[in-house]
Structure formats: C-alpha cells, structure tokens
T-cell receptor, first 115, second 110 residues
Framework: GAGVSQSPRYKVTKRGQDVALRCDPI?????LYWYRQALGQGPEFLTY????????KSGLPNDRFSAERPEGSISTLTIQRTEQRDSAMYRC?????????????FGPGTRLLVL | GEDVEQSLFLSVREGDSSVINCTYTDSSSTYLYWYKQEPGAGLQLLTY?????DMKQDQRLTVLLNKKDKHLSLRIADTQTGDSAIYFCAESKHDYKLSFGAGTTVTVRA
C-alpha cells in the first residue's frame, strides 16, 4: 500500500505508563505532521517535521509529549506518564513538501485509551 | 477548533442533494478544505478551494466560498449511501497547519 500507515491501530494502557505511536509516511514525502483528535472533534495540530528536523512543536500540550523522526522517514510520537485526558485518536499525515498548497494525506490513526 | 464551525448533523434522502455549511473566522485563510472521514479509515481529502475563488466544481461536489461572510459550503449532488460519513471543513493560512471544524455527520437514508 502506498498510503500513510500507523501502528498500533489501538492501544490500551494504564495511567502512568509510557506509549510510543508510530507513523510511516508515504515514500518520498518530506513533511510529516501529527494531529490529535478528541471524540466528537476535529483534529488539532501537534507537531511538524521537515525531513528529520522538527520545525514546529507548538501544538504539543506539555513536556510529556515528544516526537522524533531521526532518519527523515518513520516518526514516533511518545507520551510519557500517560493520563486519562491523553485518550484520543492520534493521526499522522504526510505531504510532498511543507507548502500550504500541498495536500496532507492522513493515516488511519491510532486510538489511545488510557485507563 | 474554535476558528472553524460546522453544524453537527445532516440527514438526507438518497438521491437528493446534501449541503454542508462551515464558517471560519480568520480572513487571512488561504486555502479551505473538505475532508471525509469514514469509520476505520483516515481522513480523505475531497476537495479544496483557494481563497481567491468563489466556486469550484468536481464531479458531484460543488464548493462555494463567500469571503465576505467567511462562509464555505459543500454540495454533494445525487447523494448515495456511500456518502454517509463525517465531513470536516478545514482552513490553512500561509503555512502547513490545518485548523479543523468539529465535523458534520451526514446520514443518508433510503
């Protein structure tokens, strides 16, 4: 498949545990984005990478959230010491470049449930 | 988010036209988008319109933009059961960040 893939698709964890969510963008796409979507809401921007450089992390809610893309391809979003309020759908998107004219292609998302 | 608002639900009979409305607050928005979300799938880009356009048509989809009123609409002609989904309006300014509305759930009834 040539689309954006994310894993795991579902993650249930206990409060206080760390979780790592993976995103595999479309091959050749330079830009990668993470969004968080609460139930009944639209996605909200978390962070943006251009190649391996994290260009914008202004949407990360606090310092328990971090993301990396070390080789400019696969990205991992890590949430440390999870809390119940972190429960949401986490969506990854990629685009050919970071231009506002470029279409962002979204993956299926990882649904995180923190008990 | 707060910058983009949509009505939450729309029910339409199969074969009729659907019209989904969206309002946004930021006049500097450069692109406005419509995404479709089906269960278990990612967000699919349906269409987009640049802010200097009034209308864009793509097969069964027609997008109308009223910049003065900051109002965007998506019309789906001859609505089918496969059109049942959540539709998100989104805007971007001069960068990569998309701001989404809360989504409109469209239900197509036979």
């Amino acid at each position: 498949g040539a689309g954006v893939s994310q894993s795991p698709r579902y993650k249930v964890t206990k409060r206080g545990q760390d979780v790592a969510l993976r995103c595999d963008p479309i091959s050749g796409h330079v830009s990668l984005y993470w969004y968080r979507q609460a139930l009944g809401q639209g996605p909200e921007f978390l962070t943006y990478f251009n190649y391996e450089a994290q260009q914008d992390k202004s949407g990360l809610p606090n310092d328990r959230f971090s993301a990396e893309r070390p080789e400019g391809s696969i990205s991992t979003l890590t949430i440390q010491r999870t809390e119940q309020r972190d429960s949401a759908m986490y969506r990854c998107a990629s685009s050919l470049s970071g231009s506002s004219q470029e279409t962002q292609y979204f993956g299926p998302g990882t649904r995180l449930l923190v008990l | 988010g707060e910058d983009v608002e949509q009505s939450l639900f729309l029910s339409v009979r199969e074969g009729d036209s659907s019209v989904i409305n969206c309002t946004y607050t930021d006049s500097s928005s450069t692109y406005l988008y419509w995404y479709k979300q089906e269960p278990g799938a990612g967000l699919q880009l349906l269409t987009y319109i640049f802010s200097n356009m009034d209308m864009k048509q793509d097969q069964r989809l027609t997008v109308l933009l009223n910049k003065k009123d900051k109002h965007l609409s998506l019309r789906i002609a001859d609505t089918q059961t496969g059109d049942s989904a959540i539709y998100f309006c989104a805007e971007s300014k001069h960068d990569y960040k998309l701001s989404f509305g809360a989504g409109t759930t469209v239900t197509v009834r036979a």
